[in-house]
């Protein structure tokens, strides 16, 4: 960092609904936010940095900086799919005006942003599922390997497993519940429109399906109760094996949060701590650590700095 010049942090989270940017300063006032479409590696290289370069753009326009101040800038970026094969370099050779860039994955940024740096981990229950953390020096990971073969305790999940037994109970192999009953009439009580769907059906799809089983489920549907409750013990069970790994504390994230945390186990639900703050600011965190390892690094008179992973 050059000495006496006020310097600047940017965080970037790029997932696959949505990306979000913020600036601030050096003491965490924030000057300026950006929104942009979805940013993911899945999309192509090319359209992951277009929609990162929308998001933060619009955060320089708001906070009003000029090309010395963007040159002064240090920005982390959590982004989905960064562990594809070849995505980090190809995107490491993308030219830039910031002072430097750092990336992570979205999953590691929404961990860090979670416990503001320290050790900790997080178990995200949305469209998929994945358990995620640090601890002294260590990067944990536990399930997260793409839906169906994975991802236990997900919106998808979720939806699969009510589709399963709408068909059973449709053979008469079950009984009928209201809930089974919707989802029969979402296909025309039709097993082989549930067939056509199913051939182009996507984890999203599937999850699309996760409010209407968790409402019959809260309502005491019972076919409803049993998917839920399977899909919590799963997600109690992400919780248990991150503290075994030694997270000294887990956070649990994600659309389905919210609504799946009565149904958790009552020793996983009073462990679990609310966030201290969203992905944004772990990408935000991980520009802070950068620099400050940088600038360590240049006092040492060391000329290689080690990527933050």
Aim: hydrophobic letters at 40%; one cysteine or more.
């Amino acid at each position: 960092m050059t000495a006496g010049a006020e310097h600047y942090f940017l965080g970037v989270d790029g997932g696959g609904t949505g990306c979000r940017a913020r600036i601030e300063d050096g003491s965490g006032a924030v000057l300026g936010q950006g929104l942009s479409g979805p940013a993911t590696t899945r999309l192509g290289i090319e359209e992951a940095w277009a929609s990162i370069s929308r998001a933060f753009k619009a955060a320089l326009d708001e906070a009003g900086l000029g090309p010395d101040e963007v040159a002064r800038t240090h920005v982390g970026i959590g982004l989905a799919g960064i562990g594809r094969k070849g995505a980090l370099e190809a995107l490491q050779a993308i030219p830039h005006p910031f002072a430097a860039i750092d990336f992570t994955s979205d999953g590691m940024g929404a961990c860090l942003g979670a416990h503001s740096g320290r050790d900790g981990a997080i178990v995200i229950a949305g469209t998929g599922s994945i358990g995620l953390g640090f601890v002294e020096g260590r990067s944990l990971r536990v399930g997260g390997y793409g839906f169906p073969i994975s991802d236990e305790g997900s919106g998808a999940d979720l939806g699969l497993k009510a589709v399963q037994l709408a068909l059973r109970a449709n053979d008469g192999r079950l009984e009928k519940t209201a809930l089974l009953t919707e989802i029969m009439q979402r296909f025309q009580n039709d097993p082989m429109e549930a067939v056509a769907w199913m051939d182009r059906a996507t984890a999203t799809d599937y999850a699309a399906l996760a409010p209407m089983v968790m409402r019959h489920a809260d309502q005491g549907d019972s076919a409803g109760r049993r998917v839920v409750q399977s899909a919590a013990e799963q997600i109690d069970t992400l919780v248990r094996t991150l503290f075994d790994l030694g997270a000294p504390r887990v956070t649990l994230l994600g659309g389905l949060s919210t609504p799946l945390e009565p149904w958790l186990a009552p020793d996983v639900r009073r462990r679990l701590k609310p966030a201290d703050g969203d992905a944004v600011s772990g990408a935000i965190i991980l520009a802070r650590k950068a620099a400050q390892a940088r600038r360590s690094a240049d006092f040492r008179g060391v000329k290689n700095l080690p990527q933050l992973e």
